[in-house]
């Protein structure tokens, strides 16, 4: 079954630790995004890709860091997480309409 | 500067009554329009895409419209397992594929 998945569904981190959220889809999409949404807020998008070896940043500036070496893979990094990282990082993948993962909560104590 | 304004913030309704919600947008060059659930601690699910004035799409109790100013999500005789969140979106024309949401309506069925 097609589908997209993010790990960890939940992560509760000390300040200055380096974190990577994975995020995968097996759907063959070549255009994947990452947004940022605080609780009751909107979605925000902080970067996206339209293909291998491609990524760019999106409307909302983040700290954080996006691979793309492989289609379905599109992992987002970030190097020395701080409190104002808590927030839920949403992946998504789609040609036009764009089909989200499950979120991974983070909390960075 | 392009805006999606979604109406109202929140709305509670019994089991039954229908109501709408609305989206409007002020943006140059609309190419498309979309409609998600949102439940709590999870990730939006794709319900419908418009793309031109008086176009309609409808799932169930769900009903999207489209002018050239809004759109409306129609809810028919709602049922509790409809409360969620739901996000509208906007592409545009000079945006690639990249999605603009508006904050939502947090809707509320009661038994």
């Known amino acids: 079954e097609a589908d997209i998945y993010q790990t960890p569904r939940y992560l509760v981190i000390g300040t200055g630790k380096k974190i990577t959220l994975e995020c995968s889809q097996t759907m063959g999409h070549d255009k994947m995004y990452w947004y940022q949404q605080d609780p009751g807020m909107e979605l925000h998008l902080i970067h996206y890709?339209?293909?291998?070896?491609?990524?760019e940043k999106g409307d909302l500036s983040s700290e954080s860091t996006v691979s793309r070496i492989r289609t379905e893979h599109f992992p987002l990094t970030l190097e020395s997480a701080r409190p104002s990282h808590t927030s839920q990082y949403l992946c998504a993948s789609g040609e036009n309409e764009q089909f989200f993962g499950p979120g991974t909560r983070l909390t960075v104590l | 500067e392009d805006q999606v304004t979604q109406s109202p913030e929140a709305l509670r309704l019994q089991e039954g009554e229908s109501s709408s919600l609305n989206c409007s947008y002020t943006?140059?060059?609309?190419?498309?329009l979309f409609w998600y659930r949102q439940d709590p601690g999870k990730g939006p699910e794709f319900l419908f895409t418009l793309y031109s004035a008086g176009e309609e799409k409808e799932k169930e109790r769900l009903k999207a419209t489209l002018t050239k100013k809004e759109s409306f999500l129609h809810i028919t005789a709602p049922k509790p397992e409809d409360s969620a969140t739901y996000l509208c979106a906007v592409q545009l024309n000079n945006a690639g594929n990249m999605l603009t949401f508006g904050g939502g309506t947090r809707l509320m069925v009661k038994p």
């Open positions: 890709s339209y293909g291998v070896n491609s990524t």
């Open positions: 943006v140059s060059g609309l190419r498309g």
